[in-house]
């Protein structure tokens, strides 16, 4: 698994090499060779030191998840990662200058390899990340990540990247001081590893010199004495008790600066196995690994479809949706036509997308010459006529049937045969709009969410007609622009529209029967959303939510059935129709938006429906607003 050579100056490079894997991963294998590869360094006589790398592109991926995922004992995990911490502490104090030559990424475990070592030499190449992204997972650092960070950096510097999961690039990293030196190749790196070593014969961890404080104080020192209190407040403040994580990261790092570090990494080992063992951690890991890594493998992309690339898009309507389409089209390479009512339409929704580039530029994300690059990309237009030679044309006009109707017939008239038309429409089944189309096997719905720059997924919806050459294009679109596709059947609302949905009507009913606007907001928290359910009509817009059911309403009518009663619609009804208060765009809603001073809860709310069954707990209205979105995920 390692290769383990001695030159001349009788120093070890010990290369780590994972096999049958495409990156190295700590697992029960990995820690055995590593417990090996250590007894031989130690053994080795007249030793002037190690340098540790990897054949890999990257160092070290960090811990096998699956040997993570499916850990259920808490006390076999806990001798499982002090078995390691030893390993690693024999390594840092054995005598002699031990060197990480980090040739790519060191995320995890990888970096936690790193920081027991001497000295940290990078290759600055693009896509090296260094960091602790455990903490993304429902984890936490197991291999001394904790202990060894909080004595290089300091506690308040170290909480960001522990309880945040910041990953840093070479240059980052180097100025964070996890990186000692940066290198321009792997050569000059392993060159470098060889001329510390020499000069550095009795190299030592700061934390193992005489006098060695922790850069700022540890916790007993009346500066961060201060700080601890308010520190677990921002973390509750942030997270409602949701996510154990970074509370057992900021315990960890807190408890193990007043102790020596051998007593820190039993602290630290004490969290770890509790958070692996824990049902969060267990949800966490299978929502953010392996679900996704399912779905952007193409789980659901039909599979004898070979590949499609999009070239030419094109984009009805420049609003708030369609630009963001085009920008984030134009960005991935793409030539985009960016079609309104009018040229002026147009240009105005292409300035909005230099408006962001214009931001990307005054962070050093884009260079001057990068944004006009994509900026030359879109043509804005107010001729259909211009969509010719488009393989994909997405429709970001009105939620109105009529108007889309209009957008389809018109792009379907000058596009290709073999062209696909998408709908971004948020709530309208495809099959009923591609009715109107004239080849209904290339008709597919794509649904961004907004702000579509920001947000990564993307709905795909096949109607009963849509072609499986059609559904994979679409998918491979979306991968194409860096989207996370999931592709789900056609129904009212789709997938997340229908189920987010319901998150926002139970709000509205539990309005209706009087309780507390406060305690629903509160409960929407705590729950575990980013903010309460009448907080999402004011944003999303009161009026469209009742546009969206007068839509349904027609559309039951004229299929000849009685239309449902949706959750809160006499609360919507009043507040759109008779108190004209249509959410944060149009001044008021659910909220008041003064001019200076933060919005608050609109206080005549509660007067006009008042309770009529008494008040709920907090816990019932809590399990009201998840229990209803778990049921129309089941159905």
């Known amino acids: 698994m390692f290769t383990y050579a001695k030159d001349p100056h009788n120093i070890v490079t010990l290369t780590l090499d994972t096999p049958d894997k495409p990156v190295n991963v700590i697992n029960a294998a990995f820690l055995s060779a590593f417990h090996d590869a250590v007894d031989r360094i130690i053994a080795e006589p007249e030793l002037a030191g190690v340098i540790i790398t990897s054949a890999k592109d990257t160092f070290v991926a960090g811990g096998d998840l699956d040997m993570l995922y499916t850990a259920r004992d808490p006390a076999e995990l806990y001798a499982g990662a002090q078995a390691f ?15 990480a030559a980090l040739n790519g990424s060191a995320l995890g475990g990888g970096l936690e390899i790193a920081l027991a070592c001497h000295y940290r030499i990078a290759v600055e190449t693009p896509k090296a990340r260094f960091g602790f992204p455990e903490v993304m997972l429902g984890l936490m650092p197991g291999g001394d990540g904790v202990t060894r960070l909080v004595r290089l950096l300091g506690l308040q510097a170290s909480f960001p990247y ?16 996890i990186v000692h030196e940066l290198a321009g190749s792997v050569e000059t790196m392993m060159d470098a590893a060889r001329a510390w070593i020499l000069a550095h014969p009795t190299a030592t961890q700061p934390w193992d010199q005489p006098g060695y404080r922790i850069p700022g104080g540890d916790a007993r020192d009346p500066q961060i004495a201060q700080m601890l209190p308010i520190a677990p407040a921002m973390l509750r403040q942030r997270t409602y008790g949701n996510y154990p994580a970074p509370e057992a990261i900021l315990a960890a790092a807190v ?29 966490m890991m299978a929502a953010f690994w392996y679900q996704l890594n399912a779905v952007t493998s193409g789980r659901s992309r039909p599979r004898d479809i070979p590949p499609q690339v999009t070239r030419r898009v094109g984009v009805l309507g420049a609003g708030l949706m369609g630009h963001g389409i085009a920008y984030v089209s134009a960005r991935a390479g793409m030539d985009v036509v960016l079609k309104d009512v009018s040229v002026e339409r147009a240009v105005a929704g292409k300035e909005r997308i230099a408006g962001l580039l214009d931001k990307q530029v005054q962070q050093g994300r884009l260079t001057a010459a990068q944004q006009a690059a994509i900026l030359d990309r879109i043509q804005p237009s107010a001729s259909a006529a211009d969509l010719a030679g488009c393989d994909l044309v997405i429709e970001a006009v009105f939620e109105d049937r009529a108007v889309k109707a209009q957008a389809t017939s018109e792009a379907e008239a000058v596009l290709a045969e073999d062209a696909v038309f998408a709908t971004n429409t948020s709530t309208l089944p495809i099959t009923s709009l591609a009715a109107v189309s004239a080849r209904p096997a290339r008709f597919v719905g794509i649904h961004f969410f907004s702000p579509v720059h920001k947000m990564r997924l993307v709905e795909i919806i096949r109607g009963a007609a849509t072609s499986a050459a059609t559904l994979a294009k679409a998918f491979d679109y979306a991968l194409q622009i860096g989207k996370t596709p999931i592709v789900v059947n056609d129904s009212r609302g789709f997938y997340t529209s229908r189920v987010f949905g319901t998150y926002i009507n139970e709000g509205l009913a539990l309005a209706e029967e009087g309780q507390h606007p406060r305690a629903i907001e509160a409960a929407g928290v705590q729950a575990g959303m980013p903010v309460g359910p009448l907080a999402v009509c004011d944003e999303v817009n009161l009026s469209l939510a009742w546009h969206i059911r007068e839509q349904t ?3 039951f009518a004229a299929a000849g059935q009685p239309a449902p009663v949706p959750p809160g619609d006499r609360v919507l009804a009043f507040m759109v129709n008779e108190a004209k208060r249509t959410g944060r765009a149009g001044g008021a809603g659910f909220y008041e938006y003064p001019k200076e001073g933060k919005k608050y809860l609109w206080p005549a709310l ?8 008494g008040d709920l707990s907090q816990a019932e209205i809590m399990e009201r607003l998840l229990f209803v979105q778990a049921l129309e995920t089941v159905r």
Request: charged letters at 30%; hydrophobic letters at 35%; glycine letters at 8%.
């Open 553 to 555: 309403r027609k559309d």
């Open 85 to 99: 911490k030893a390993d690693l502490r024999r390594l840092e104090t054995f005598g002699k200058p031990v060197v």
């Open 162 to 177: 522990l309880t945040e999961g910041t990953r840093l690039d070479a240059r980052a990293a180097r100025a964070a001081g």
């Open 606 to 613: 509660r007067t006009i429906f008042p309770p009529t069954n």
């Open 255 to 283: 408890e193990g600066s007043v102790v020596d570090i051998t007593t820190a990494s039993r602290i630290e080992s004490r969290y770890f196995a509790r958070l692996v063992t824990g049902q969060t951690a267990k949800n």
